[in-house]
């Protein structure tokens, strides 16, 4: 059983450009999570979404940065315009929907390392 | 959602048991303790969760006190590849939650 996978690795992007972090989450999970972490700072929860709905977008800077999580394919989290500082490790988590579980346990992607030049 | 206070860092020796405590003062009745794990360049493990007393896995043992205001996380006989940094989440256990890490505790193991 496969993890959750995320690509690409890494990603350099200059000023101004557009950056796409793709999350496929675990067989059978339908929640997906996103976080991002600065260097030497722990993980900030941006949103959490189901297939096709954003739940909770609380994390999310309000300009720039939108999620989706579509019925087919893998969720997407995409940042135009970058800048210098959106630079960080974006990770992507997900559990399973059962009712009653905890999302508290989540599993994680590798990240992707996303550099603004 | 409670705040946690954990040791910014550790440092042990192989073979050693290791215990990080965390501290949670304002825990909720239905709160449970979640630790996670991560290594460099890596995302975070899930390693244990527990709500009272002792909880113990392959991994892991996490003892939590009548009061619940604190647990320990106690990794038995650590080695190299245990250096990671460990973050002690605290939050209900049904529905949604986000997950809120704080910086954790950097544990390093030597030779």
């Known amino acids: 059983n496969a993890g959750v996978m995320q690509n690409p690795r890494h990603l350099v992007r200059r000023r101004g450009q557009e950056a796409r972090l793709r999350c496929s989450p675990m067989k059978g999970h339908s929640h997906v999570y996103w976080y991002r972490q600065l260097p030497e700072e722990g993980l900030k929860f941006m949103v959490y979404l189901q297939k096709e709905n954003i739940i909770d977008e609380s994390g999310m800077p309000k300009e720039r940065f939108s999620a989706e999580f579509p019925k087919e394919g893998p969720s997407i989290l995409r940042i135009q315009q970058v800048v210098r500082g959106d630079s960080a490790a974006y990770f992507c988590?997900?559990?399973?929907?059962?009712?009653?579980?905890?999302?508290?346990?989540?599993?994680f992607g590798p990240g992707t390392r996303l550099t603004v030049t | 959602l409670a705040k946690t206070t954990q040791p910014i860092s550790m440092d042990s020796y192989e073979g050693q048991e290791v215990n990080i405590t965390c501290s949670h003062n304002?825990?909720?009745?239905?709160?449970?303790i979640t630790w996670y794990q991560q290594f460099p360049s890596q995302g975070p493990r899930f390693i244990i969760q527990g709500y009272k007393t002792k909880v113990t896995n392959e991994v892991a043992s996490l003892f939590i006190p009548a009061d619940r205001k604190s647990s320990t996380l106690s990794l038995p006989r650590v080695s190299l590849s245990d250096t990671a940094v460990y973050y002690c989440?605290?939050?209900?256990?049904?529905?949604?939650?986000?997950?809120?890490f704080g910086t954790g505790t950097r544990l390093l193991v030597s030779p």
């Open positions: 989440l605290v939050g209900a256990n049904t529905g949604f939650q986000k997950l809120v």
């Open positions: 988590a997900s559990s399973l929907s059962l009712a009653g579980t905890s999302s508290y346990e989540q599993y």
């Open positions: 304002n825990i909720a009745t239905n709160d449970y």
